[in-house]
């Protein structure tokens, strides 16, 4: 899937097709649409059944409105995820059988210089907002407004052991002038982190991706939607989440234990005296990954894990 010349290759699609166990009358969300390669796969198992996707970025909802046509199997819904119950009460659509969620950003959006998600787009303003039409702060506000203390916690918490010395060196070059493209904050990661060597990814890896967690609040929005969904999908239907980084992929699972368990407050599992009946059971106790296969033809598949629910 494209919206220019890039493709989006969908990641565990057989893997998801399957653990939907898809009713060909029945609705189901694509929540994050992207390129539209789950909804595509999703439309042509259905007759009377419809797939209502949601996306923050513009840009792939007039992609998926140009690819798609009228078909009557499609509905697009331009809208963060964490409005999920209120956009599918005012869309009237019966509860779905299935919701899928396959986080983060598409390489469409990656590749695409304007949008700053990338450290190897040079001269990209650093964006990172999902729909620039978006209020709030865009990495670079971030960047130049965070103190240094809450730019090293950021970081740090997103997995980044240089957290403290990246953040302490922004804070020293912003002061000679504003960090305003991508170029010249991986150049500052890459500095302090060091480059090349034994390690795998570029340093500035984390750094990017931390910025681009906080200008579109994902933690927040998927602990929020994911509770809605549970909510809104109808008995025997099913969850799909796919995550790509370890902090989200914890949100995810600990959301499905505690639901699983009946637990509805905040504490750790030995402490928790939750009796409520259980709301979801685990499909699969073991995370799902892709097989080597997928790894060879599509590397970003690799951090992919998959987990499923089903309501009862
Ligand atoms: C990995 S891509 C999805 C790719 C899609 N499954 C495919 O096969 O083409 C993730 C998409 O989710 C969107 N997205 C991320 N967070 C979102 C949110 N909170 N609400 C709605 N869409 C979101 C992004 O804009 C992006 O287009």
Not at 82 to 104: F, H, K, S, T
Not at 180 to 194: F, M, S
């Amino acid at each position: 899937m494209s919206y220019g010349s890039t493709r989006h290759v969908p990641v565990l699609l057989e893997e998801i097709l399957q653990g939907l166990q898809i009713r060909a009358d029945a609705h189901y969300c694509d929540a994050t649409l992207g390129g539209g390669g789950y909804t595509l796969q999703l439309m042509k198992r259905l007759t009377r059944g419809r797939v209502i996707s949601f996306d923050r970025d513009p840009g792939a909802i007039a992609h998926a409105r140009a690819l798609l046509g009228d078909d009557p199997r499609s509905e697009l819904v331009h809208a963060n995820f964490d409005q999920l119950e209120r956009r599918w009460e005012q869309g009237g659509w019966p509860a779905p059988m299935g919701i899928v969620y396959d986080l983060g950003l598409s390489s469409i959006q990656l590749e695409d210089p304007a949008r700053g998600f990338s450290f190897l787009a040079t001269d990209a303003p650093l964006d990172m907002r999902f729909d620039p039409e978006q209020d709030g702060p865009s990495a670079a506000d971030i960047v130049n407004g965070w103190s240094e203390e809450e730019l090293a916690d950021l970081f740090f918490e997103h997995g980044e052991r240089a957290g403290r010395r990246i953040a302490r060196r922004i804070a020293a070059e912003r002061d000679r002038a504003p960090i305003a493209t991508a170029g010249r904050l991986a150049d500052i990661a890459a500095a302090v982190a060091g480059r090349g060597g034994r390690q795998a990814r570029h340093p500035a890896t984390r750094v990017f991706m931390a910025l681009r967690m906080a200008v579109n609040r994902e933690a927040g929005a998927l602990e929020s939607s994911l509770r809605q969904a549970m909510k809104l999908v109808a008995p025997g239907g099913r969850i799909a989440v796919v995550s790509y980084q370890s902090r989200e992929d914890a949100i995810v699972k600990d959301l499905f234990r505690r639901a699983a368990r009946g637990c509805r407050c905040e504490l750790p599992p030995d402490e928790c005296l939750c009796s409520n009946p259980p709301v979801i059971r685990l499909v699969n106790r073991k995370v799902i990954v892709p097989q080597e296969k997928e790894i060879a033809e599509n590397p970003r598949s690799r951090s992919a894990r998959l987990r499923i629910v089903e309501r009862i």
